[in-house]
Nanobody, 117 residues
């Protein structure tokens, strides 16, 4: 089972920035896809952004133009740069990874992001 460890969450004012990082227990290039999901209180977990092994990103509409997902093979880390944060971005953010299309998904423990108005 792959271990995913997130860091970088915190409290920030609206309009501010945060950078989340996820370090897996295995090498980043081993994963077909990696992603960030989030779950706000009382809501379902939703995809924020994903990136495949060929570095193709995909963003939720709410993240487009504000968030950037990157996978750094040299540092073995998945990052999410979040700019112009809004109170509605407040949620627990989870790192996600799959080795192949058919392999089971691995999840991190989550990191809290709170955006104050």
């Amino acid at each position: 089972q792959v271990q995913l460890v997130e860091s970088g969450g915190g409290v920030v004012q609206a309009g501010g920035s945060l950078r989340l990082s996820c370090v897996p227990s295995d090498k980043i290039p081993d994963f077909y896809v990696m992603a960030w999901y989030r779950q706000a209180p009382g809501k379902q977990r939703e995809l924020v952004a994903s990136i495949t092994s060929d570095f193709t990103p995909n963003y939720a509409e709410s993240a487009k133009g504000r968030f950037t997902i990157t996978r750094d093979n040299a540092k073995n880390a998945l990052n999410l740069q979040m700019n112009r944060l809004k109170p509605e971005d407040t949620a627990v953010y989870y790192c996600y990874a799959k080795r192949t299309v058919i392999s089971p998904a691995s999840w991190g423990q989550g990191t809290q992001v709170t955006v104050s108005s």
